[in-house]
């Protein structure tokens, strides 16, 4: 209860309200007293080079004629980061957003979930990454998004050679021009992401692959 009210107050006055979470039950419920208004682009710009925690959807309270006015769902099969792409062309669609750092969202980590596991319907998080670069790209509200796809496909060969999963790995160089996308990444505000796409253009899918699966 105390989380959809605190939304309910924060979103007064704002196109959305938005508050934190937590991957520490004990943090549950913390009322930081940290609020920011910010102008919806900057909030986007923020959240795609990885310069804040991305959001959750549950952290978030929406308006309904927002929704209506701009024809906005979730996308029909798309089945991983379907939740980014709703709430970031809601974003583009607004102008305000008002955050809060109050906890009001355990987010339990299990890494034996299907999220953790990889497969093909999995790929449906790189194809929704790719809606919303041409989304954004559209109405000029981050022209520079190459990265935005590059960093999902970037993510999954990461991960795919960490799990040993062959399989997927190979499945992801069948359908992306991962070399392409790793070049992308040079560009990327986060210097670890950088990292990773150097080491894998000076090592090469085989190789990179066998040095990710024995860490």
């Given at each position: 209860m105390d989380s959809s009210a605190t939304l309910y107050k924060l979103v007064q006055g704002y196109d959305v309200a938005v508050t934190s979470y937590t991957r520490d039950l004990n943090c549950l419920g913390s009322k930081g007293s940290e609020e920011d208004?910010?102008?919806?682009?900057?909030?986007?710009?923020?959240?795609?080079?990885e310069q804040i925690l991305r959001p959750q959807i549950v952290c978030m309270l929406y308006k309904t004629q927002i929704i209506k006015d701009n024809n906005l769902s979730f996308t029909l099969g798309c089945v991983r980061n379907e939740d980014a792409e709703f709430f970031i062309k809601y974003l583009?669609?607004?102008?305000?957003v008002h955050t809060c750092n109050?906890?009001?969202?355990?987010?339990?980590e299990n890494e034996q979930s299907a999220v953790h596991k990889f497969n093909e319907k999995s790929l449906t998080f790189i194809e929704a990454d790719r809606r919303i670069s041409k989304y954004l790209q559209e109405r000029n509200i981050y022209p520079s998004v190459n990265y935005i796809m590059s960093s999902s496909v970037q993510?999954?060969?990461y991960k795919c050679a960490r799990q040993k999963n062959k399989d997927m790995y190979d499945l992801v160089h069948e359908?992306?021009?991962?070399?392409?996308?790793?070049?992308n990444m040079l560009r990327f505000p986060r210097k670890a992401r950088v990292i990773i796409a150097y080491l894998y253009l000076l090592s090469g899918k085989k190789l990179f692959y066998k040095i990710m699966s024995l860490l």
């Open positions: 208004f910010l102008e919806s682009n900057a909030y986007i710009k923020q959240i795609i080079g583009a669609n607004i102008t305000k109050y906890i009001g969202y355990y987010y339990r993510y999954f060969v359908k992306y021009d991962v070399r392409n996308e790793m070049k």
